[in-house]
């Protein structure tokens, strides 16, 4: 049997869901955090994810990564107290098995944000230059076509 209660957290005085198994007689809880996830990756949004969540499986449960991700510049915002922190995460260079790096886990109130790789940027600028072009491509040929039919 499956019950789901609300309890108020004393050293955060935020509502946490939990979640009640009775297994056997014995309850197995399990306490979840809401954390967001913003930028290049296919299901942004706030997800509620069990304590001990780290940043690669907040992507995994957002749908993964978008072509235009760059898993090399990962940000996490930690939240604690009244301040929070921003810590780099590269988990480019974790998934190839380089570097010492060390995934975090996420706490209550965290953001990730998986910024746009370089190519996206060029690709964007690529795409202004050519809109840019037609319009002064079309304006010249208004200007040459007004000239002779005067």
């Not at 209660?5 to 014995?26: A, N």
């Not at 949004?45 to 940043?55: F, H, L």
């Not at 690529?126 to 840019?132: I, Q």
């Amino acid at each position: 049997m499956l019950q789901k209660i609300w309890w108020r957290s004393i050293e955060s005085m935020r509502w946490l869901s939990v979640i009640i198994m009775l297994v056997s007689g014995t309850v197995v809880g399990q306490l979840n955090i809401e954390v967001h996830i913003w930028g290049e990756v296919k299901q942004p949004g706030a997800y509620m994810v069990p304590e001990g969540t780290n940043v690669l499986q907040l992507i995994s449960r957002a749908g993964g990564p978008t072509q235009f991700a760059d898993l090399g510049r990962v940000e996490v915002t930690h939240v604690v107290g009244d301040s929070n922190w921003v810590e780099c995460v590269n988990i480019a260079s974790y998934l190839k098995g380089q570097g010492d790096n060390v995934i975090p886990v996420l706490g209550k109130g965290d953001v990730v944000i998986v910024p746009t790789n370089t190519w996206y940027r060029w690709r964007k600028t690529l795409e202004v230059t050519r809109d840019l072009a037609i319009i002064i491509n079309a304006m010249y040929w208004l200007t040459m076509i007004s000239k002779m039919l005067k």
